[in-house]
């Protein structure tokens, strides 16, 4: 009894050394993960606000910048095949450009609705709603005031396996014209495996639509003025939306096979984009969304950049991805590397719902009611071909 007695007590013994030792390393890994998210100053904007950056940094030495003016990525490095850390997303070498209108959405977070919405106006529960018109007859990313222009609420999750930051962002009843007060809340944690995760999450307390975006300009070569059209893309989906002359699709869902639009074998970007093709010509190359095969959290797409062996994969649950060849860079802007944002010289990769949802019954629906909750998420997954 007394033997017993004794072995009892000394697996007690172990068992709380075990668990003292696992909560000492809990909390000294998530410390770690906190000295891997530095805060800095970015910029003031012409009102006087100001905006603050927030590093993030991985065990490999990867490293994803974020402002709180938008939710702005404005540098991701990634490594190529001989381990130079570069970096590999489109932006603005002044803050000031994020700040006077970002023409090209680079970095941003969209919403409350990415893409397009036709004629800026749908009807819900029976009554019409219109939003703001920012695309000729159209309203795109949300209106000219979309959540890529509001300053979001960020702070470092403490209790995080990886660097992450949680933003929020509470956008009121009738901004640019939508219904309902709506809650949102984003994550990006950069993982130990050069994966960026981004999760979405919104309620509302009024029935409304909702279709949040990531907008980064990607170029894996790492030269900003170098085009993407010799990067090789595959997407996983044997069916696009045609769109008439203002992008909005059709309603019809067309086969890729035989087309330009035939990403199931992986290509380079430019060996069909300047083919005799009425979508390509719509939108002076691609600016389209791909109807993605599967359903649930999967592969979507793969880029890979021979000249640096740099590869980055797409995973979503999202059912569509709209595929943006840089068609309306122009040259405007410096870009991070010396040289302008010239023509295609960078692609987005943006998932989502379909373009013009709410007005179009035969396409997933983007409707969000008060007690549902909106879930989602992407992830950029970075590695090398040697």
């Given at each position: 009894m007394r033997k017993t007695t004794i072995n009892l007590i000394i697996i007690i013994a172990v068992l709380c050394i075990f668990g003292c030792n696992k909560k000492e390393n809990d909390q000294k890994t998530q410390s770690q993960h906190m000295d891997n998210i530095k805060v800095s100053n970015y910029g003031v904007t012409a009102k006087g606000d100001s905006i603050k950056k927030y590093t993030l940094?991985?065990?490999?030495?990867?490293?994803?910048?974020?402002?709180?003016?938008?939710?702005?990525?404005?540098?991701?490095?990634?490594?190529?095949r001989n381990g130079k850390y570069e970096?590999?997303?489109?932006?603005?070498?002044?803050?000031?450009?994020?700040?006077?209108?970002?023409?090209?959405?680079?970095?941003?977070?969209?919403?409350?609705?990415?893409?397009?919405?036709?004629?800026?106006k749908f009807t819900l529960e029976g009554k019409t709603y219109e939003i703001d018109k920012n695309d000729k007859p159209n309203s795109l990313h949300g209106g000219k005031e979309g959540f890529y222009t509001k300053f979001w609420n960020i702070e470092p999750v403490k209790d995080a396996n990886f660097p992450t930051l949680k933003l929020t962002y509470t956008s009121a009843d009738g901004e640019e014209g939508y219904p309902g007060k709506l809650f949102t809340?984003?994550?990006?944690?950069?993982?130990?495996?050069?994966?960026?995760?981004?999760?979405y999450e919104a309620t509302t307390d009024k029935s409304t639509v909702i279709n949040l975006t990531q907008?980064?300009?990607?170029?894996?070569?790492?030269?900003f003025t170098k085009a993407v059209t010799?990067?090789?893309?595959?997407?996983?989906?044997?069916?696009?939306?045609?769109?008439n002359e203002t992008l909005i699709p059709t309603g019809e869902q067309k086969e890729v096979k035989g087309s330009p639009f035939d990403f199931t074998v992986s290509k380079p970007i430019g060996k069909d984009i300047n083919s005799d093709d009425?979508?390509?010509?719509?939108?002076?190359?691609?600016?389209?969304?791909?109807?993605?095969?599967?359903?649930?959290?999967?592969?979507?797409?793969?880029?890979y950049h021979p000249g640096s062996g740099r590869i980055m994969e797409v995973l979503t649950d999202e059912p569509g991805v709209q595929?943006?060849?840089?068609?309306?860079?122009?040259?405007?802007?410096?870009?991070?590397?010396?040289?302008k944002n010239e023509f295609r010289t960078g692609f987005c990769l943006e998932t989502q719902h379909f373009?013009?949802?709410?007005?179009?019954?035969?396409?997933?629906?983007?409707?969000?009611?008060?007690?549902?909750?909106?879930?989602?998420?992407t992830i950029y997954k970075f590695s090398v071909k040697k």
């Open positions: 940094t991985n065990k490999n030495g990867m490293k994803v910048e974020v402002i709180n003016f938008g939710g702005i990525i404005t540098s991701l490095t990634a490594p190529d970096d590999v997303v489109l932006g603005f070498t002044k803050p000031e450009g994020y700040f006077n209108g970002n023409p090209y959405y680079f970095g941003a977070l969209i919403g409350r609705y990415g893409n397009r919405i036709a004629n800026a809340t984003v994550l990006y944690t950069l993982t130990d495996d050069n994966s960026l995760e981004i999760s907008h980064s300009y990607f170029n894996l070569s790492g030269n010799d990067h090789e893309l595959q997407i996983n989906a044997d069916k696009f939306l045609p769109v009425d979508q390509l010509k719509k939108g002076k190359g691609y600016d389209h969304n791909w109807i993605l095969n599967g359903n649930g959290m999967r592969s979507i797409a793969k880029v595929f943006y060849s840089g068609n309306f860079l122009d040259g405007k802007f410096d870009t991070k590397t010396g040289g373009p013009d949802s709410p007005n179009q019954s035969s396409f997933p629906s983007t409707e969000l009611k008060p007690g549902q909750k909106y879930q989602t998420k």
